[in-house]
């Protein structure tokens, strides 16, 4: 089993910035990647950005978070980051932790979730 916390949402303003932090713990040997989704109020929920802890780290950005967020991961902590830039009020969002545990078959997990409300 894996357990992830989440940290670091908050209110900020439209154009301001904010890092997510997501802290894995247990099984974590067994985690190929993590990653980050969120969902609005009425919205289904979408991927934000995930990272492989190996294939030296390849990362993958849905288009509303290129060139806005980065996505970095600490292996020897089992945390993985999400520094968001240049906030916009459709950022708005749970933004939940994400663990994959991929052999023969795939295991996933999440966090409990951090809210985000970008707003002035």
């Known amino acids: 089993q894996v357990q992830l916390v989440e940290s670091g949402g908050g209110l900020v303003q439209p154009g301001g910035s904010l890092r997510l932090s997501c802290a894995a713990s247990?099984?974590?040997?067994?985690?190929?990647?993590m990653g980050w989704y969120r969902q609005a109020p009425g919205k289904e929920r979408e991927l934000v950005a995930f990272?492989?802890?190996?294939?030296?780290?390849?990362?993958n950005y849905a288009d509303s978070a290129k060139d806005r967020f980065t996505i970095s991961l600490d292996a020897a902590k089992n945390t993985v980051f999400l520094e968001m830039n240049s906030l916009k009020s459709e950022d708005s969002a749970v933004y939940s932790c994400?663990?994959?545990?991929?052999?023969?078959?795939?295991?996933?997990?999440w966090g409990q979730g951090t809210l985000v409300t970008v707003s002035s």
């Open positions: 990272i492989h802890k190996d294939k030296g780290g390849l990362t």
């Open positions: 994400n663990a994959k545990s991929i052999m023969l078959v795939t295991l996933e997990y």
């Open positions: 247990g099984a974590t040997y067994s985690i190929n990647v």
